[in-house]
């Protein structure tokens, strides 16, 4: 197991280095001056080499890569050039909207597909299953930022129970905060509970087809029990994998519900950063999220061997 | 007692089973016999009423005189199990692979309720250590993977008996192992059924197990019982045409009058072929598996050479170099004097060609049999009377020239190995690799193939390198036999010599270990 883990940790090390090396090439190297694209067309010559020399651009590559690297290792992500803030405060700042999103949204995913998927592959070819499987093709099929305006007709216009949008951000509490990413969270999370109760419910009947079941049913087990004994954890492999996926998905594609209930959160930041040609803010966001992604992949990768004993295979 | 009534099943309609009646005393077994489809599987699956959604089941199962079939299925659950214990035939998809040995057993005992979780492991491995798992060797936090076939077939075994049932019920049970390990599991399973006074259902569809396991045997057609007797008596009278043609059909030894050359076809010598490991640590030293160890032979023209061994023991690996499909490290292969090699020339590899096992797998269910028995050519290029001498090879294998426009599904097992053959044949080779082509097939099938084999090999003088791991098979229809394990040939010289007078202590012991049919 330990060894497992070991070589998972390697290949996170490798793949971090090789995706800030890209992000760092396609930002700094490829052709164009990233000053004179930060300032436009109409930006003098003195402007665009003072802020070269802001940016740090003057030295040469590997001098510059290195001291990008050394500066995000240290917590120092640069300046932002329409914020005149650090990068750092500003992405702390959203972090804290969006990794509560992202993570309340997958909880109430996961909670939500797999009794649901669980449900369908038990009652499969039935009534249920149908129903089941077409509910979740809606799902999938309706765009969640109309599921998030439905949800603020619902519950913060016709039944008040939820704030229509905003964040009065945690200092005041954790109940208001909650409160506020309650919707997003729903709004988020219907369409991923649709994919995920797919997965879990096509997973499971996998499952149910092997000699394994048939055994637990010769031993004496209800189907039921079998179900839960035996299939639940043969199927999780699967269901791990778009949960991983799901989560990087969430942390930094919630911009369309972010800007629909008017969240401060990553998604929104990196689209200003484009938009107003930030491009130390860009750079910094992204390598952020690579950096999640592939933490969550590699968490993914312990839970796997934890569900399979193959995966460790110690002895 | 177990007792089985006019029990009669029909699935979505069609009848699977026609007033099947058995009865096994306690310390019995019965040996219930047929081929593929002939319904043995489904009396099992009727006894535990572990049907598919669907059947209809009439008549009486009767266990100790209390009628099962009446059970509502919460009921059952408690009789599966506890009062009847099943054992399959792949005991390496038969267990859960993420729970331990332990669990998986205990399991039994606690939904059963029968023991606490702490007894019910102390039970485990009593039941474990009497199945041959001791537990200094095999603890209970194995899992599946650890083992081998043969180990986990035990863990299924103690889990099928850790409550003592009145029933075993053992499905094909070694069908999937080695000759070695089947003797053993054959002993095991001759003990328990003594020692636990359980009643046994045996189903195999070898008769000669079935002769070596059974106090009874039953034999099964078309869903229906066409003989019922004790073991010695029905084999000596064989009443039913049907047993008689079964019985022929597993002796069965085709006419073979082979006109053999001195001239090699090929050579192989001294092969040897490592396999790397998993390095041990990040920088340690890569350790190797050596697959073929020094293998030399010589097969000649018009010959039937036999390749006998168990699993493991290097065949498949010198099969794949053989075809030229992986390099060697060390030694040579030739074909009629060229070096055989992955690099080969497409002429070559014309020359030589194979038949594999499985008749389901072999081909692409998307592709019409014309397609199929054409690959061949993309060695030679396409022939002008392509079409002709597709239609040529079907009928040499003993189809039909129209079957060329089918799909594979369209045709049975035995039909499907055909098609294999007619593919092989197109190429118009001179040696043909039978990797293990009959084993999948029905005894009368089997037989046919056979026949067939032997009549191709006598039109066209074909020779053959026979693979398989059925040494009555190999008997019948090999000239020279050559018995490998650990990767080397331990014994090679003429069929009947090795097989009346084996030298080699492992010829020896594989000849003890296989079944044998008594003579009738």
Known sequence: MVRYAATRLISLGLSLMAASLVIFAVVEVIPGDPAAFMLGMNASEETVAALRDELGLTGSLPARYLGWVTGMLGGDFGTSYTYRVPVSELIAARLWVSLPLALYALALSTLLALPIGMLAAARR??????????????????????????????????????????????????????????????????PQASILARVMRSALIETLGQDYIRTARAKGLTEG???????????????LTIVGLQFSFLLAGAIIIEKVFFLPGLGLLIFQGITQRDLVVVESVVMLLVFAVILVTFLVDLAYALVDPRLRHTR | MIALENISLLLSGIPVLRDVSLRIPPGQTLGLV?????GKS??????????????????????????????????????????IGMIFQEPMTALNPVQTIGDQVAETLL?????????????????????????????LDRYPHELSGGQRQRVCIALAIALRPKLLIADEPTTALDVTTQAQILE????????????????????????????????????????????????????????????????????????VQDAPL???????????????????????????????????????????????CGKSTLTRAILGLEPLQRGAIRLDGEAVSPAMPADLRRRMQVVFQDPYGSFNPRHKVSKL????????????????????????????????????????????????????????????????????????????????????????????????????VVRSVTDRVLVMRGGQIVEAGETEAVFTAPAAVYTRELLAAAPVLPTA
């Not at chain 2, 047929?34 to 002939?38: F, P, Q, T, V």
């Open chain 2, 111 to 139: 939904v059963h309720g029968a023991a606490r979780r702490s007894e019910a492991r102390e039970i485990a491995k009593e039941r474990l250590a009497r199945v041959g798992l001791a537990p200094e060797r095999f603890p």
């Open chain 2, 373 to 472: 028995l054409a690959e061949p050519f993309h060695l030679t290029g396409r022939p002008a009377d392509m079409e002709a001498r597709v239609a040529e090879a079907l009928e040499n294998v003993g189809l039909q020239a129209t079957d060329a426009d089918k799909f594979p599904h369209e045709f049975s097992g035995g039909q499907r190995q055909r098609i294999a053959i007619a593919r092989a044949l197109i190429a118009r080779p001179e040696l043909i690799v039978l990797d293990e082509a009959v084993s999948a097939l029905d005894v009368s099938v089997r037989a046919q193939v056979l026949d067939l084999l032997a009549d191709l090999q006598a039109r066209f003088g074909l020779s053959y390198l026979f693979i398989a791991h059925d040494l009555s």
């Open chain 2, 42 to 83: 489904m009396t099992a699956l009727s006894v535990m009423r572990l049907l598919p959604d669907g059947a209809k089941l009439s008549g009486r199962v009767l266990l100790e005189g209390r009628p099962l079939t009446d059970l509502t299925e919460r009921k059952m659950c408690a009789v599966r199990g506890g009062q």
């Open chain 1, 225 to 239: 029990q079998a179900i839960r004994n035996h299939g639940m954890r043969n199927a999780m492999i699967p269901v």
């Open chain 1, 125 to 190: 070819g039935r009534a249920t299953d149908y129903g089941i499987m077409g509910l979740t093709q809606l799902g999938i099929a309706v765009p969640n930022f109309w599921f998030a305006m439905l949800l603020v007709v619902l519950f913060a216009i016709t039944w008040p129970i939820f704030p229509a949008g905003g964040f009065p951000g945690w200092e005041n509490g954790a109940w208001p905060a909650l409160k506020a990413l309650t919707l997003p969270a729903v709004a988020l999370a219907l």
């Open chain 2, 34 to 38: 047929g081929e593929s489809g002939s």
């Open chain 2, 188 to 259: 095991l399973l001759r003990e328990l059924v003594r020692e636990e006074g359980m009643s046994c259902l045996f189903i195999t569809h070898d008769l000669a197990v079935v002769a070596e396991m059974a106090d009874e045997i039953a034999v099964m057609k078309a869903g229906a019982v066409v003989e019922q007797g004790p073991t010695g008596a029905l084999l000596r009278e064989m009443r039913h045409p049907y047993t008689r043609a079964l019985f022929d059909a597993s002796r069965h030894c085709p006419d073979r009058a082979p006109i």
């Open chain 2, 266 to 312: 090929l050579e192989v010598e001294n092969a040897l072929r490592d396999y790397p490991l998993k390095r041990q640590g990040l920088f340690g030293r890569r350790e190797y598996f050596r697959a073929v160890d020094g293998v030399s032979f010589e097969l000649r023209r018009g010959e039937s050479l036999g390749l006998v061994g168990e699993s493991g």
